[in-house]
């Protein structure tokens, strides 16, 4: 363990204790925070980039969810897997059970089941200030220093492009500020949990501004593997850093630059057994904190990835703003798993490698007239990829080579999978705002894509995919004024998701692409003198050829990815308030309601009519969000925050027998700040937090084996996590 390490076991024991009785304060926080030290009542406004302009949220005619800064960190959402306590209704993510770093988005119910797929795209889209993040392996990294997280619900296909059917997630980072600042946070945790969060914001010089961030982040697993020597589930160590420059050229002239790289060591999460029709383990309706057997071999999966990305702004005119955004990142993941008998009973495990780089650019228009706003651009996408699978069984549940449970030796392992896979995209898109007259705005868009991508596959023998396509995608919509702080808006919108091939498909044969169009109502609205704000959005989405997963009943490692031949709906609405009713309070209730209908699909395997789900689409899903903050006091400023988050039943997987799950999830904060340590000291902060604070046991993951199901698996949320936060800030 590190220096920062042992500084944190030392203090650790005493502050729990602590944190044990303040938890059962209740605290309040919403979705913005308090606009100076007196404590106005007045909300603030936000800004959002989502039509690639700065605008306030309440001018942007689309469903937008955000999070602040400040938000993210009374939350405790320190990476996007996170999201999965459900923080905002809307949007949903499971972690993968074949990657510990992977995880798959859900927006309004589109979600497919495996996005680890390289030969295929997610539908979701994940950018991190303007850069389209390709893969999905990786987003467990610590997020750095963010000024917030947009998520835009809905088709986003005429600004953002392909893969945004569900909608998009934009990470907008923080810029350096030009001035000198330092910031040292520390937070520990159960399960000895470490996280380290270092600032350093350096003064400008020749028109240079500079930032530096490092994060470091540990825990031990909360499931042990009784196997000596082996990984336990659930552990990580998380190493990540972030450098930018900020020049102003000249007056017109402004030039970004950032460098990011992280390492992660993660292990997968630990699947028990739901139902266990052999009988070989039975049951285990209760989250286990010790495997049900020694797992070996499991050691962590290592995830190492980097990324440049240079953004040009030319101000060419007060009417017009060129930019560029260039970048170029890769990423390497050495991926080890071990279902420990909940497939086949025979200690499956999977053990892959992955190399991927990809090469964006993307360039925009930005202008003004006296009544349109517009925006045009070009984009361009060139990713590579290889992976190579290698998958063995290493237990012997039924005897077949000794007595029964004893280690397969040597294990049986399949010949090597090898993949290579090549995506180009490239698209042209615009989009104008024109101003009818001053209470009505009509939205036209537009974007043309072409996307080209080829693969191979060899594992017995030389496979190939070469598919091409090109698409037209648009929007159209109407924003109505009806005063200053209320606004109706009707939209319809397009999207589509380019095609690919399942290389764990028997057949090796590809899917096409996938459409979603999509018809909006939507409300922004403030009132009681901008104390409250009340934004609603109604909408039906229709999916053509939508591209769904479905698991060979008698060999889990096949998977077919096929269109369905019918049409999918899914209806819903969506809700947020924020209101501060009195002062020092703030109070946030969002609200999602989805109406999904799957009709009968051929299977691929037989031809029969068969049942699928819409997946990660629960009927109703909420959260509530308190904060208070309590007159300041001669030894700082005391605020309380608390956070409750509840989700309906829902399908994890397509096909076959499921296990759903209903769960409420808990989460509060205890702050003291602007703790005085005298003139030209800084300020410190102390917190007292906790994770699920009521200790329920909610599955993150589940899936079925068989048809009917032989066992179906599933993994635990993490348990009750209490913990202490330091921040320095000078």
Do not use: C
């Not at 770093?101 to 979701?124: H, L, Q, Y």
């Not at 699978?389 to 039924?398: P, V």
């Not at 090898?418 to 995209?425: F, L």
């Not at 209730?589 to 819409?614: A, R």
Request: hydrophobic fraction near 35%; charged fraction near 20%; charge should be negative.
């Amino acid at each position: 363990m590190n220096n920062q390490a042992m500084i944190a076991a030392a203090i650790k024991g005493s502050a729990l204790s602590l944190l044990i009785a303040a938890t059962h304060s209740t605290g309040v926080y919403a979705d913005t925070q308090y606009a100076d030290a007196e404590r106005q009542t007045r909300l603030d406004e936000i800004i959002v980039t989502a039509q690639k302009r700065q605008q306030s949220l309440q001018d942007t005619p689309i469903a937008i969810s955000v999070m602040n800064a400040e938000q993210l960190q009374l939350q405790g959402i320190n990476n996007l897997a996170a999201f999965a306590r459900g923080a905002i209704p809307s949007l949903h993510m499971i972690p993968l059970g074949n990657s510990a770093s992977n995880i798959a988005f859900g927006i309004r119910g589109n979600a497919p089941r495996d996005t680890g797929e390289i030969t295929r795209e997610a539908s979701v889209g994940v950018y991190l200030d303007g850069v389209y993040m390709a893969r999905s392996q990786g987003l467990d990294m610590e997020l750095v220093d963010l000024q917030r997280i947009e998520v835009l619900r809905g088709p986003q296909g005429s600004l953002f492009g392909r893969n945004a059917v569900g909608g998009a997630v934009s990470l907008v980072s923080k810029k350096p500020s030009g001035q000198f600042g330092f910031n040292q946070t520390l937070s520990m945790g159960r399960f000895n949990e470490l996280r380290s969060v270092t600032r350093i914001d350096f003064d400008e010089m020749s028109g240079v501004k500079a930032k530096l961030d490092y994060i470091h982040a540990e825990r031990d697993g909360w499931v042990n593997n009784t196997a000596p020597g082996q990984a336990d589930y659930t552990e990580y160590q998380k190493d990540g850093g972030r450098f930018s420059l900020n020049w102003q050229a000249n007056q017109q002239l402004m030039v970004d630059y950032s460098y990011d790289k992280s390492d992660v060591e993660t292990t997968q999460n630990y699947y028990q057994l739901h139902i266990d029709r052999i009988g070989v383990f039975g049951a285990e309706p209760k989250r286990l904190t010790e495997s049900r057997q020694p797992a070996t071999p499991l050691t962590p999966t290592t995830i190492e990835q980097q990324g440049h990305a240079l953004t040009l702004t030319w101000q060419q005119s007060d009417d017009l703003i060129i930019k560029s955004i260039s970048a170029y990142r890769d990423l390497q993941e050495d991926n080890d798993n071990n279902y420990n008998g909940v497939v086949y009973f025979n200690g499956f495990s999977e053990t892959s490698l992955l190399d991927q780089n990809q090469f964006s650019q993307e360039l925009q228009f930005i202008g003004t007239t006296d009544q349109i706003e517009w925006v045009a651009g070009a984009y361009y996408l060139k990713e590579e990829v290889d992976k190579t699978l290698i998958s063995r069984f290493t237990l012997d549940i039924f005897g077949n080579f000794g007595p029964p449970l004893t280690a397969i030796t040597p294990p049986i392992t399949l010949s090597p999978r090898v993949v290579n896979a090549e995506a180009e995209s490239q698209a042209v898109y615009g989009q104008l705002t024109w101003a009818l007259n001053e209470q009505l705005d009509l939205t036209l868009g537009a974007r043309y894509t072409e996307d080209q991508r080829f693969a191979t596959r060899f594992e017995t023998a030389l496979q190939t995919s070469d598919q091409k396509s090109d698409h037209m995608d648009s929007k159209v919509a109407l924003n109505y004024h009806w005063t200053d702080d209320l606004a109706t808006y009707v939209q319809w919108s397009t999207a589509y998701k380019a095609g690919g091939v399942n290389t764990r498909s028997a057949s090796f044969t590809p899917f096409a692409e996938e459409q979603a169009e999509t018809f909006e109502i939507g409300l922004k609205s403030e009132f009681w003198q901008q104390r409250a704000r009340l934004n609603v959005a109604l909408f039906s989405s229709d999916y053509k050829d939508l591209q769904l997963d479905f698991s060979d009943p008698l060999q889990v490692g096949v998977v077919e990815t096929i269109n369905i031949s019918k049409p999918v709906e899914v209806k819903g609405l969506e809700l947020e308030l924020t209101v501060a009713p009195i002062d020092s309070l703030v109070l946030g209730i969002s609200y999602t309601y989805l109406d999904n209908h799957m009709p009968l699909q051929d299977s691929p395997f037989d031809g029969s009519p068969t049942q699928f789900f819409v997946s990660l689409a629960p009927q109703h899903a909420g959260a509530l969000t308190l904060d208070y903050q309590f007159s300041p006091a001669d030894y700082g400023t005391v605020s309380a925050h608390l956070d409750i988050s509840s989700t309906d039943r829902f399908s994890f997987a397509p096909f076959g027998e499921q296990r759903f799950d209903a769960y409420s999830l808990i989460n509060g904060r205890l702050t003291l700040g602007d703790i005085n340590l005298g003139n030209h000291s800084g300020a410190l902060t102390a917190s007292l937090w906790g994770r699920n604070l009521t200790d329920e046991e909610y599955i993150v993951d589940a899936f079925p084996v068989g048809d009917p199901a032989v066992t179906v698996a599933n993994a635990y949320g993490d348990p009750r996590t209490l913990g202490i936060e330091l921040r320095y800030d000078f």
